[in-house]
């Protein structure tokens, strides 16, 4: 069931992207992981929603952020939310383009085994009990299963007042990732993204 849901959401991805007027050109040059086979395709996804809005500031904040309301289920939490509108501004205003980020398997290592750790145990947040640490910067994001989804959370970082998330994401200095999404015990899912 979950691999229809996958599938159901790249279909929904693939028609969402062409129809919201993102060039061959712009997707094949943020589509960086679309050929590591060691990722699902809402992984996939996730790394290229962020490269789009690591290339093409200004346009995804027209294309993909002025319409976006977080998942169905979640009621339009986004609704007047002063953390999309200050990623609005922010993109519009002052983010300059950079460099998109490109898988990395020391980092793909990292993420997989804290996004299983977390799943299995339920906890939220960045403490690893079992997992190696590293030299790297990481985002957790929960209870979000697209890549668009995942992506969305992780760069408006909704209630996040430090907004960590969005400054890894959106870090010129940070140009390599992995990315590993997992059921989560009490969040349903989570995804972990690190980064160097």
């Known amino acids: 069931m979950k691999r229809i849901g996958i599938l159901l959401a790249t279909v929904y991805f693939s028609f969402s992207l062409t129809a919201q007027s993102w060039t061959e050109e712009e997707l094949n040059k943020a589509n960086t992981c679309k050929g590591i086979t060691e990722l699902e ?18 346009k995804f ?41 490109l898988w990395d398997e020391e980092l793909q290592e990292f993420a997989t085994c804290f996004a299983e750790e977390q799943g299995a145990s339920g906890l939220m947040g960045h ?21 668009l989804d995942i992506a969305m959370q992780l760069l408006i970082d909704h209630e996040v007042q430090s907004l960590g998330h ?9 140009t390599k990732v ?5 059921v989560h015990k009490k969040a349903n899912f989570c995804a972990v993204l690190d980064l160097y």
Not at 41 to 58: F, G, S, V, W
């Open 41 to 58: 395709d809402n992984e996939k996804e996730a790394i290229l929603y962020i490269n789009l809005a690591r290339l093409y500031p200004k």
């Open 61 to 101: 904040a027209k294309v993909q952020l002025a319409d976006y309301w977080g998942p169905e289920k979640y009621n339009r939490y986004l609704d007047g939310s002063e953390y999309k509108e200050s990623l609005m501004d922010q993109l519009i205003s002052e983010q300059e383009p950079m460099t998109p980020l």
């Open 127 to 147: 403490q690893r009990k079992r997992c190696a640490k590293g030299n790297f910067a990481e985002c957790c994001a929960y209870d979000m299963e697209t890549g």
């Open 166 to 174: 969005r400054e890894n994401c959106l870090n010129p200095e940070l």
């Open 178 to 182: 992995g990315i590993k999404f997992a």
